[in-house]
């Protein structure tokens, strides 16, 4: 079946590294919390305005069969991560599977605001001050697209 086809196309191109490049790209002004009048002073800590795009580009990557979870995958990435007009080499460790849906990447990354430019939040005139420190869930689901031959 398609399904089928399209889990054992994701599978050979974890297992054979056929992934050459992957750029992730989020708008800032897509970001939304569960309180809307927290949105403008994040929009303004990202610089949304000079800098409207959080962008990952990969640049390198391994990946390794869990012996603890059968059918998935531990993925080593390298990358750029570009965040507030600030850009740094980062790395991080995902945990991918392939689902019905496509390729299921999962993990966290822990970031320091102020490597990126971002001053810890202030509330209550500075009496409650955030730390430097956040962590970065991410939870994905890519597709493979058809390939177009001509």
Do not use: W
């Amino acid at each position: 079946t398609r399904e089928t086809a399209r889990g054992r196309a994701l599978t050979r191109a974890l297992s054979e590294g056929s992934i050459e490049k992957f750029d992730f790209v989020v708008p800032v002004l897509g970001l939304k919390s569960e309180t809307g009048g927290l949105d403008k002073n994040l929009y303004k800590a990202l610089k949304a305005k000079q800098s409207p795009d959080i962008r990952f580009r990969l640049t390198s990557r391994s990946v390794k069969p869990d012996s603890q979870k059968p059918g998935s995958y531990v993925m080593d990435c390298a990358g750029v991560l570009s965040i507030a007009g600030q850009t740094h080499d980062i790395t991080l460790t995902a945990d991918a599977r392939v689902s019905a849906a496509g390729l299921h990447v999962t993990g966290s990354k822990q970031l320091s605001m102020t490597a990126y430019g971002i001053k810890p939040p202030k509330m209550m005139l500075g009496t409650i001050k955030a730390g430097d420190k956040v962590v970065v869930h991410f939870d994905v689901t890519l597709v493979a697209a058809p390939v177009v031959t001509q």
